[in-house]
């Protein structure tokens, strides 16, 4: 059996933007990345699972319920469904507080773990991307290439394959580096 290819999306800040101090919670608070759609569209195209690994410590902080975060993903699948004719092969949410004993939480790299084994992936075919550092520690610790997205320098992610300053310059990455 072909193992298959990944392509992990960290949500808040790669999926839809980030709400700075606050959770988004509402679908009128979901607001989706420039770029999103053009590079969610070339991984389905090229045969990746597309998996969301995110951690969402608002519902371990009861600020929305693990109900409404269901809702929320629900609305999010049917928007891209809508949009791209396709939608995420599967989704991870960390609700855990970040405390030291987290089991889940990136930068650790259980949900990516856990979808590698589940959907039988190929790290070294697979890749991690995300906007803040632990996500490229969490890819690089389950052994995927990460692409960091924002204003960073190397010394923030020594471990990313990329860095970049835009999804469409990740794209660039991928259309060049993945198949």
Same mark, same amino acid.
Request: glycine fraction near 6%.
């Given at each position: 059996m072909e193992r298959s290819r990944i392509v992990f999306f960290d949500r =808040?800040?790669?999926?839809?933007?980030?709400?700075?101090?606050?959770?988004?919670?509402?679908? %009128?608070?979901?607001?989706?990345?420039?770029g999103f759609f053009p590079l969610f569209e070339w991984v389905k195209a090229n045969g990746f699972r597309a998996i969301v690994v995110s951690n969402q410590q608002g519902v371990g902080k009861g600020i929305m319920t693990a109900e409404e975060l269901a809702a929320l993903t629900e609305w999010m699948h049917e928007q891209i469904r809508?949009?791209?004719?396709?939608?995420?092969?599967?989704?991870?949410?960390?609700?855990?507080? =970040?405390t030291p004993d987290a089991r889940c939480r990136k930068p650790r790299p259980t949900m990516?773990? %856990?979808?590698?084994?589940?959907?039988?992936?190929?790290?070294?075919?697979?890749?991690m991307i995300g906007d803040m550092?632990?996500?490229?520690?969490?890819?690089?610790?389950?052994g995927v290439r990460a692409i960091l997205v924002g204003?960073?320098?190397?010394?923030?992610?020594?471990?990313a394959y990329a860095i970049v300053s835009s999804l469409a310059e990740c794209l660039q990455v991928l259309q060049t580096a993945a198949l």
């Open positions: =808040d800040g790669i999926v839809n933007r980030r709400l700075v101090d606050d959770y988004v919670r509402r679908p %009128d608070q979901f607001v989706f990345c420039d809508a949009r791209c004719g396709a939608t995420f092969d599967d989704v991870y949410y960390c609700t855990e507080l =970040d990516l773990l %856990d979808a590698l084994d589940k959907w039988h992936g190929d790290p070294s075919r697979s890749w550092p632990s996500d490229v520690e969490a890819g690089v610790a389950a204003d960073y320098a190397r010394s923030d992610a020594p471990g």
